[in-house]
């Protein structure tokens, strides 16, 4: 029982558990002001809305451990939600097998990344930015534009549905992909060899982790990630539209950073991504209870990933945290003359 209940006070010395607390706070402040925040229907649809995120959220997580980024996952996720559609709708494939095809595609189109992120040693930031207008240009090519719809309810249903009249498919699959990504990255030997390559990459090779193989690999649990997403996203609206998952290339960024993933790599874990999803998920829906002009929740979380991204620069920076000190010094000195 003390071990368990070590275990929990030291989660919430963690950046993830800090931004549970916060999150926390938040919701009651919110209940506190408007009284329906904890309702059953909108922790439901915040919970629904945010799994999306932090689907995505998962695969840029890994990527980031290695020290890399993915810009391409909204776009990964748009062209295999459409292939989706068109298989459903077009052609009437199988609603499941439909389902599976198209995920699995997210697999090559992350392969593409890693292996020029990896063989040809090019930057993952441009890569991916690049990547990321190849595939969204396909599927403005292919689709005008236009949505594809007609999809059958049992597609939605799937994505969609609620189990026992509370809890959201969508979330459950999310809570078993964090489990099953969990165990690899704790417990098995690839795991160890993403800290690895993310915590020192010299140092990976020399001691014999194949660097190019693992990059690679991160890449293509970001594409299928990312597909699964999007395909479930289609699911979910039985249609697609080109603009799905238009927001999930800085929501993922935010979830990872804002949950203790380091940009630096090396540091973060997949749980602390559902934090940082949910935080950003109950900043949209407070603006909308609170009534706020939707046009603040950008400014609200391009604020949110500022002050992340600051705090995951200067927590390892010991330059910054002895000028802090002798600032600090310095001034408790003047107080005390």
């Not at 989706?84 to 599976?100: D, E, K, T």
């Not at 890569?127 to 403005?140: C, D, H, K, P, R």
């Not at 078993?176 to 795991?191: F, S």
């Amino acid at each position: 029982m003390n071990r368990f209940m070590g275990k929990i006070v030291n989660f919430f010395k963690t950046t993830a558990g800090m931004v549970l607390i916060v999150t926390l706070l938040v919701g009651v402040v919110v209940q506190f002001i408007t009284g329906n925040f904890f309702s059953a229907y909108n922790i439901s649809t915040l919970t629904r809305a945010a799994s999306f995120v932090i689907l995505v959220g998962f695969g840029q997580t890994i990527v980031l451990l290695t020290g890399g980024i993915d810009l391409s996952v909204a776009a990964i996720g748009s062209v295999c939600g459409m292939v989706n559609a068109i298989f459903m709708v077009r052609y009437g494939m199988n609603p499941y097998f439909a389902i599976l095809i198209a995920t699995l595609i997210g697999i090559p189109l992350g392969a593409i990344n890693g292996i020029l992120i990896a063989k040809l040693k090019l930057t993952p930031f441009i890569v991916t930015l690049a990547t990321m207008e190849i595939f969204q240009g396909f599927v403005y090519v292919i689709t005008k534009g236009m949505p594809i719809t007609g999809m059958p309810e049992c597609a939605g249903r799937l994505a969609d549905g609620i189990i026992g009249g509370a809890v959201p498919n969508i979330v459950v699959i999310m809570i078993i992909i964090c489990v099953l990504l969990t165990i690899m990255l704790t417990k098995t030997r690839l795991g160890r060899y993403i800290y690895a390559l993310g915590g020192n990459r010299n140092c990976a090779k020399i001691v014999g982790i194949p660097t190019e193989r693992i990059e690679i690999i991160v890449y293509c649990f970001s594409g299928l990630l990312s597909a699964f997403a999007g395909v479930m996203m289609s699911c979910k609206l039985q249609s697609f539209q080109a603009t799905i998952g238009e927001s999930w290339q800085m929501g993922s960024i935010t979830a990872a950073v804002l949950g203790g993933t380091s940009m630096l790599g090396g540091f973060g874990s997949v749980v602390g991504t559902i934090m940082g999803g949910l935080l950003t998920g109950v900043i949209s829906t407070c603006i909308t209870l609170l009534r706020i002009s939707s046009y603040w929740e950008t400014i609200v979380t391009g604020f949110v990933v500022l002050i992340a991204i600051f705090i995951d620069a200067v927590k390892d920076n010991d330059a910054f945290h002895e000028k802090f000190y002798r600032i600090f010094k310095s001034n408790k000195k003047s107080s005390l003359k």
